[in-house]
Every structure is written in structure tokens, then in C-alpha cells.
């Protein structure tokens, strides 16, 4: 085989590749967009220095319904704990989110 075909064959296996990867990942990547919203998506609410204090505060958020669930992870390095909220009223986020102009 001369140079010129070697690359042919490279760069025809190249392309039928990327065509059968993305025609696989459509669908799945089309119906997981349609599933999500604002509400199932879990979201950072703060940083905190322990755990307990990130516990304290996902729990006084889910007392005042600011959201549903909340979780406490570990953050991106040792110094803090990550605070991650899911759900909640949108009437609670419209009332903490400020005072009214009007």
C-alpha cells in the first residue's frame, strides 16, 4: 500500500467511527434532556468547614421548604464540605430571593 491510500483507509475508518458513535449517543442524550427541570436537578447551596454545620443547614433549608432533600459531600479538596440542595417551592425561592420592586 503507497502512503496516499494507508491515509485514506485511516481517515475513512476515522469518520465511519465518529458517524456510529454520534448516531448511538443521540437517542440517549434526546431523552435525557427532555427529563430533567429545575426542581430534580441537584444544585450547590454552600460551603461549609464541617459536616455538621452543612447538616445544620440542609436541615433548617428543608424546615423553611427552600428545598426537598440535601445532601452534605465532601468538596473539592480537604478545607470544606459541599451543601447540595434538590427541589423545593418555587414560592419559597421567589420569597427569599429578595426584596420586591414594585
Not at 456510529?20 to 427532555?34: D, E, F, K, R, V
Not at 430534580?40 to 433549608?61: L, N, S
Amino acid at each position: 500500500m503507497r502512503p496516499p491510500r494507508i491515509r485514506t483507509a485511516i481517515a475513512l475508518g476515522l469518520t465511519a467511527g465518529a458517524v456510529m458513535w454520534t448516531a448511538a449517543a443521540s437517542p440517549a442524550t434526546a431523552s435525557s434532556l427532555a427529563t430533567t427541570s429545575a426542581d430534580t436537578d441537584w444544585r450547590e447551596a454552600g460551603h461549609y468547614d464541617t459536616t455538621a454545620a452543612c447538616k445544620r443547614a440542609g436541615e433548617t433549608g428543608a424546615e423553611r421548604h427552600k428545598w426537598d432533600e440535601y445532601k452534605c459531600r465532601p468538596g473539592r479538596n480537604d478545607n470544606y464540605v459541599t451543601l447540595w440542595v434538590r427541589g423545593g417551592s418555587r414560592a419559597a425561592r421567589v420569597l427569599t430571593a429578595g426584596p420586591a420592586t414594585g
